[in-house]
């Protein structure tokens, strides 16, 4: 690698399990955490119609320029010898990949119909490119072929093992666990990006992983037809996630 620190990539689809991810990870000691550094980027590149909570916020918050932002995402001297980077796989757009290369490579997933259900309660005109699932899966086969995927992270699995699951997660980032992981302080963050007031109430109520609800519920037609589009992804993906 070509920096001295170890850089994580945790590749999530929104509406998923990822703040509390980051959340844990941010009880490490040896690990700082970034919160989607390329959002303001995917933002000036957004394919979609879906209006962003924030957005100007957002924009004026973030260096907008995607090539910047890897750069310092490779270089940055963020003070600790780990560096996790919270992202979401539909911002890596427009953007030279070669970066992933020099980080290892984790993919966060979740069902579908959970995802839907849960963005379109803040998102109108919610498509899977909104979601993000069909890019996960392109991403997941493009890691595979390269051998630069350390791990497939399903959210339920998480929820209802989570220590069984970060177990196996640091083992394969190469990573002494440790049970600190497992509870964080209620509230927000210093490293939370500005769009946490619309997105992380439910997780700045946390003071660890909650454990899995299965929930009934019905999706209107549109986007019911977006979750069958995309669960074939996420079932081949599903298959290789730590359990």
């Not at 051998?147 to 992270?153: C, E």
């Not at 959210?155 to 196996?168: D, I, K």
């Not at 440790?178 to 109430?201: F, I």
């Amino acid at each position: 690698m070509g920096t001295t620190q170890n850089r994580i990539n945790l590749w999530s689809s929104p509406r998923n399990v990822s703040t509390a991810l980051m959340y844990a990870f941010a009880q490490r000691p040896d690990t700082a955490v970034v919160d989607e550094p390329l959002y303001a980027h995917y933002l000036t590149h957004q394919p979609t119609e879906a209006d962003h909570p924030g957005r100007e916020e957002i924009l004026a918050s973030m260096e907008n320029d995607g090539e910047k932002v890897v750069q310092t995402m490779l270089h940055h001297d963020y003070g600790h010898p780990v560096v996790v980077l919270k992202q979401m796989t539909h911002h890596l757009i427009q953007l030279n990949d070669a970066f992933l290369a020099e980080c290892k490579n984790v993919l966060l997933i979740r069902s579908p119909r959970e995802i839907i259900r849960s963005f379109g309660e803040v998102v109108d005109q919610v498509t899977a490119a909104d979601v993000g699932i069909p890019q996960q899966h392109a991403l997941f086969q493009q890691l595979i072929t390269s051998d630069q995927l350390a791990a497939v992270v399903d959210a339920r699995c998480l929820l209802e093992n989570p220590e069984g699951v970060l177990r196996q997660l640091c083992e394969r980032l190469e990573l002494p666990f440790t049970d600190q992981m497992l509870s964080w302080p209620a509230g927000p963050r210093p490293e939370d990006g500005v769009w946490a007031q619309y997105w992380y109430k439910g997780t700045h109520a946390s003071t660890g992983f909650k454990p899995y609800q299965s929930r009934k519920f019905t999706l209107p037609p549109a986007l019911r037809t977006v979750a069958e589009k995309c669960q074939p992804f996420y079932e081949e993906m599903l298959a290789a996630a730590l359990r």
